[in-house]
């Protein structure tokens, strides 16, 4: 099976509350579609949710997004400066640089940080007979040209994106919480507005449940029999 999972923004309890119920095999694939990190209140754990995605080597696909970027971005430019140099920069504006320097060294930091700047930025996949793109805030037809930060962001024309979609594909992505969106429950496949959001023609799905936000949830949904999994359940 093949699971895709919206944004996290720090929150462990959430994933392996998610984790639990989707209870992955040897031979299932989970997609996480960025914005691991920054955010998530009081409950913010980066390093361990880190490590978390870590225990799924060779089953976990990481997108990336633009928490994610800015993040790594950060690090490179606090450890290429001296010590000095280092307390005049401007603190980095979300929480997860700090939490994390207080028990990753310096080293595990930065390769931390290569490894999400060789993140890919957008996954095509065949399931079902059926093709599928997966990025952060927005997808393009494979093999066009398209500036990173759109995969992270999205661009100037991300409503008719949300509209239409990529032709020929089906696009699954996160970065945008469904909270936002103004359009009629039946939209929404759970509970509006902390649902799973897909557009009329059933061709974009958004996925950001407002995970990292003190009132979201992370969401997951498995492509092959849409099944979905919130991290609201209980045990």
Known sequence: ???????????????????????????D?????????????????????????????????????????????????????SERKQKKMQPYWYNSFELMRERMTQVDMLNLADLILELPLQVERDIDGKKYLFAHAMTFQPGQEVQAEYYLMGNYEYDNFLSDGVDGYISMCGHTPTWNLSSGNNLY??????????NDKKNVYLLDCGCGFGSGKLACMCIETGERYYSDIED
């Open 1 to 27: 099976m093949h699971y895709v999972i919206g944004d996290i923004h720090n929150e462990l309890n959430k994933l392996q509350n998610v984790l639990k119920q989707i209870n992955l095999r040897a031979e």
């Open 29 to 81: 694939e989970l997609i996480v579609l960025g914005d691991v990190f920054d955010r998530g209140v009081d409950e913010a754990n980066p390093v361990d949710v880190y490590f978390e995605l870590c225990k799924l080597q060779g089953k976990c696909t990481w997108i990336r997004g633009n928490h994610d970027q800015w993040l790594a971005d950060y690090i490179k430019k606090y450890y290429e400066k």
């Open 189 to 198: 496949l759970d509970i509006a507005p902390c649902s799973i959001w897909h």
